[in-house]
């Protein structure tokens, strides 16, 4: 079976400053790993994902991941924080059953 | 059109009333999912469907009643519920049932209250 840690549960950056979610997992089989984000009362988008291919992944609004195999990591970044950034992360793997599961979420809070 | 639409968003049911939730995509997706959330917790799988049959039943009760009556179509029969079923239920699908790799398409929600 799989599934994600996440280390935090609250984050807080300044405005303008880095954004580092973490996020590790654990698969016996090669992972898809995901980054979702959620809005207070919304569903959840998906941010970017890891598939096979390219370990750095780009996605929405400026954020990325990098896929470490050797570290079991999917960590989350972006180089400078929005206001807009804040919300809820989701860390989340699926194999290959069709069951993605989550991490528990980091809230991410930015600072003016 | 690449959206989940959920509806109601909001729904306030008694213990033992009956109501449905509905789910539809018309994105040509073959999964279709049910997750519930409490607040400030992540999203649980309750039910898989690929390609209109149930294919993952996370051992939810069965005042839960998952339906599939076509590859848009998605609801969720509430019945004979408890005041702790109080939660946001999503609704997703994705492109295939091949482990999910292209992500999930998420709705918006509905926010269910059971008094």
């Known amino acids: 079976a799989q599934s994600v840690t996440q280390l935090g549960s609250h984050v807080s950056v300044s405005e303008g400053a880095l954004v580092l979610l973490r996020c590790n997992y654990s698969s016996s089989v090669p992972p898809y790993l995901f980054w979702y984000v959620q809005y207070p009362n919304q569903g959840l988008q998906l941010l970017l994902k890891?598939?096979?291919?390219?370990?750095l992944v780009k996605g929405i609004n400026g954020f990325e991941a990098e896929f470490k195999k050797s570290e079991t990591s999917f960590h989350l970044t972006k180089p400078s924080a929005h206001m807009s950034d804040a919300a809820e992360y989701f860390c989340a793997v699926s194999a290959r059953n069709n069951d993605m599961r989550f991490g528990a979420g980091t809230r991410l809070t930015v600072k003016p | 059109d690449t959206e989940v639409t959920q509806t109601p968003k909001h729904l306030v049911m008694g213990m033992t009333n009956k109501k449905s939730l509905k789910c539809e995509q018309h994105?040509?997706?073959?999964?279709m999912y049910w997750y519930k959330q409490k607040a400030k917790k992540p999203p649980e799988l309750m039910f898989v469907?690929?390609?209109?049959?149930?294919?993952i039943n996370e051992s939810v009760p069965s005042r839960f009643s998952p339906e599939c009556p076509n590859s848009s179509l998605l609801n969720l029969h509430l019945h004979a519920l408890q005041p702790e079923d109080s939660a946001l239920y999503l609704c997703a699908s994705s492109q295939d049932n091949v482990g999910g790799n292209y992500g999930y398409t998420f709705g918006s929600g509905t926010r269910l209250t059971v008094v």
């Open positions: 994105m040509g997706h073959r999964a």
């Open positions: 890891y598939t096979t291919g390219a370990t």
């Open positions: 469907y690929s390609y209109e049959k149930l294919s």
